[in-house]
């Protein structure tokens, strides 16, 4: 059982820093691109090293969490998978579009779906899980702060 258990936090975590490595390669040179650079973004904007730092951190205690929680239900769960691969797709593609794209108001969209999904994660599971539930809270708030830097971008430009 233990061995099962660092298996799928591994692929969690796998396929985790793939969705960011993904990302990064359709986001090209994004956050130092003119168009990016002559946005009028939010005044709370971190610095640019904090995304990584942020993202790193963030996929890591996702992996386990995720790990807890596919515990709670069978290997493989139909459900949880799809919800797992919507998240996946929603973080990579955001990606694209605010980036490669320059489509703020679709990567709008996108984000606030994610964020709305991260929270369903986070409160559905919220009894079954109770303090593991810790270990999503920081992709809430930082998917929280993420979608008022892209509704700022919306909004004031």
């Known amino acids: 059982m233990k061995q099962n258990k660092y298996i799928r936090f591994l692929l969690f975590l796998v396929v985790n820093f793939l969705a960011l490595a993904i990302g990064v390669v359709l986001m090209e040179d994004g956050p130092k691109t003119e168009w990016y650079l002559s946005l009028n973004k ?31 239900f069978p290997f493989l769960d139909k459900k949880l998978t799809l919800l797992f691969s919507v998240q996946w797709i929603l973080n990579v593609g955001w990606n694209y579009f605010f980036f490669n794209q320059h489509l703020t ?17 986070t409160f559905k599971n919220l009894r079954e899980l109770k303090g593991i539930t810790l270990f999503i809270l920081p992709y809430l708030i930082w998917m929280t702060i993420a979608t008022s830097l892209n509704a700022y971008i919306v909004f004031y430009n």
């Not at 990584?52 to 515990?71: D, E, N, R």
């Not at 108001?105 to 994660?121: A, C, E, K, M």
């Open 42 to 72: 939010a005044p709370w904007t971190p610095a640019g090293w904090v995304f990584g730092a942020s993202w790193s951190t963030i996929m890591l205690l996702f992996a386990f969490y995720m790990t807890k929680l596919s515990f709670k």
């Open 105 to 121: 108001v679709i990567g709008l969209v996108v984000i606030t779906l994610l964020w709305l999904l991260i929270g369903y994660f």
